[in-house]
């Protein structure tokens, strides 16, 4: 069974940096597209970038320039740095994991960015 552990997140000023990390248990991770998602309060969870198993990926209009996704599959890590980050950037990040039926989360963890 596939599990996720979100690391990284917590208080940054508006213009900083933050690196979270994603780290998955089980032998599917190097064929799973990997993503990160996030959720501020009272909105809907929305994409953030995605890391497809061929490399691939897919970003945010909103975080384009700013974020970037990458993978390790020695490690099973995900990885989304976040530059110039912006108080609109405050949100719950969630790690997600899709491979053929199996879709996993993890438990999330909290980047608030302070103005």
């Known amino acids: 069974q596939v599990q996720l552990v979100e690391s990284g997140g917590g208080l940054v000023q508006a213009g900083g940096s933050l690196r979270l990390s994603c780290v998955a248990s089980?032998?599917?991770?190097?064929?799973?597209?990997m993503g990160w998602y996030r959720q501020a309060p009272g909105k809907q969870r929305e994409m953030v970038a995605i890391m497809f198993r061929d490399g691939t990926t897919n970003d945010a209009d909103s975080v384009k320039g700013r974020f970037t996704v990458s993978r390790d599959n020695a490690k099973n890590t995900v990885y989304l740095q976040m530059n110039s980050l912006r108080p609109e950037d405050t949100a719950v990040y969630y790690c997600?994991?899709?491979?053929?039926?199996?879709?996993?989360w993890g438990q999330g963890t909290q980047v608030t960015v302070s103005s």
């Open positions: 089980g032998s599917i991770f190097s064929i799973a597209d």
């Open positions: 997600n994991l899709k491979f053929r039926i199996t879709n996993v």
